[in-house]
């Protein structure tokens, strides 16, 4: 059976609902499985030519894609309400060929797409005209729309130019006409941008007068009637891609709503930095500069306070005794000492036990051997550092090679849910709680105990 649907898109694209008879239906309606109606005649546009599917409703059910699959126009619904099952295996069997189904267009998104999709014409054409770029992809995403034109190195001066010459022709209320041929011979005559890729079901898009159009291109997509419908068109990015130009824009209510928002960023920043839209780029500027001298004295200020942090832990571990001494988490050592840091993070804490790393490894008669098993534990020219950042949660093992941290890190960390890792000399783990990194560290004390 031959079902064709009659598009009544193509007859009126201002038609917003119909009633129409099914001719065949598929599937259960949920999720994973839904349903398949085709109908006699429809008004919703099937994806294609790069443009998206209206949405909208069937007897109040969802339709969440229309498609054409050769030559037949599916309308896919999801069944999303309330009801219990029995309810919607009722529904499923009253929907059947022959019903009159009433079919309804998500409208604001239908005029949307005629907006974008008749920009996308207009600027493409002038592309074309300006500078002999033709259009060769098209993609009509949620928040944007690409073009990408066979140019290289289109600049912004170029692409600024072009686009006022796009919204010219928008202003200028052109008429937008649809003209349906049966083979490619009728429609030869017309100014083309793109030769013909199709041989049968030919519709061309003209935006202006045939003698002269903004553009003239087949299309199989929704438009509106006029250029001004458009309303406004904004070019926002160029990049290079494949040895083209694509160019990232957006048209219609879409361009008014993200100048909006962006007039929205413009504002609350001239309140923060006191300016106007004239200056404020100076303003960010000056403000740039002393955030950068700010961040440098910063810095200097850090390395010194790890200097010093190193010389302490220095100074500690040549004149402790052979006892054990401890002062609640602190512990000092020959073989272990542990320090905590509230106001330093887990990286500046690795920077430090880098430090102490290097010089132990120049001084330590022990560092030279690897090996955990026949290093001296009780030499303290060989200590396991154990240094905390208490706001990251996170511990930082580091050894001149008497220990292999990340081993010590990789056996035992996870226990007490620590996630992390390393190499011999030095390992990190963060743990979800105090407590969990606790836990870990009254661990490593207690061997260390077990081999004094």
Not at 227 to 235: A, T
Not at 285 to 300: A, F, P, S, T
Not at 442 to 452: M, Y
Request: hydrophobic content about 35%.
């Amino acid at each position: 059976m031959i079902m064709i649907t009659r598009k009544l898109f193509q007859e009126d694209v201002y038609k917003k609902d119909c009633i129409s008879t099914i001719l065949d239906v598929q599937g259960t309606g949920s999720k994973e499985d839904p349903f398949l109606l085709v109908l006699d005649e429809t008004v919703f546009f099937p994806e294609g030519g790069g443009q998206p599917s209206d949405l909208g409703t069937i007897e109040n059910v969802p339709v969440i894609n229309v498609f054409e699959k050769d030559g037949v126009i599916f309308h896919a619904l999801q069944y999303t309400g309330d009801s219990e099952e029995s309810d919607l295996l009722e529904h499923k069997v009253n929907w059947k060929a022959g019903d009159k189904v009433n079919c309804r267009l998500d409208w604001k998104r239908r005029f949307s797409h005629m907006q974008r999709h008749c920009g996308e014409h207009i600027l493409s054409g002038v592309f074309f005209s300006e500078c002999g770029g033709v259009n060769r992809g098209f993609h009509m995403g949620k928040d944007y729309m690409t073009i990408d034109i066979d140019v290289q190195g289109i600049s912004w001066e170029t692409a600024e130019r072009i686009e006022m010459l796009a919204n010219q022709a928008i202003w200028a209320n052109l008429p937008v006409t649809v003209r349906y041929f049966d083979n490619p011979s009728e429609a030869e005559n017309l100014p083309l941008r793109k030769p013909l890729a199709i041989n049968e079901d030919i519709s061309i898009v003209c935006v202006g007068d045939e003698s002269n159009p903004a553009d003239c291109v087949a299309c199989c997509g929704t438009h509106p009637s006029t250029s001004g419908q458009v309303g406004l068109l904004k070019i926002i990015k160029l990049e290079n891609y494949k040895g083209m130009t694509r160019v990232y824009f957006k048209a219609g209510e879409e361009a008014l709503e993200d100048y909006r928002n962006k007039h929205r960023i413009i504002t609350d920043l001239n309140l923060k930095y006191s300016s106007d839209d004239n200056d404020l780029l100076n303003k960010i500027r000056v403000q740039d500069e002393k955030n950068k001298e700010i961040r440098h004295e910063l810095y200097l200020m850090k390395n010194a306070l790890k200097d010093n942090v190193v010389n302490e832990i220095l100074n500690e571990a040549r004149i402790v005794s052979d006892a054990l001494i401890t002062d609640g988490l602190f512990v000092t050592s020959p073989n272990l000492l542990i320090r905590e840091y509230p106001y330093f993070k887990a990286n500046d804490l690795m920077s430090i036990a880098k430090t102490l790393i290097e010089i132990y490894s120049k001084t330590a008669p022990s560092s030279r051997n690897k090996n955990a098993k026949t290093a001296d534990k009780k030499d303290n020219t060989n200590p396991l550092f154990v240094l905390i950042s208490t706001q990251e949660n996170t511990i930082i093992l580091a050894s001149s090679g008497a220990y292999d941290c990340g081993k010590i890190i990789k056996d035992n960390a996870h226990i007490w849910r620590g996630k992390g890792g390393g190499n011999a000399m030095s390992a990190r783990a963060s743990f979800p709680t105090r407590e969990d990194l606790e836990c870990f560290v009254t661990f490593i004390k207690q061997q260390q105990e077990a081999e004094i």
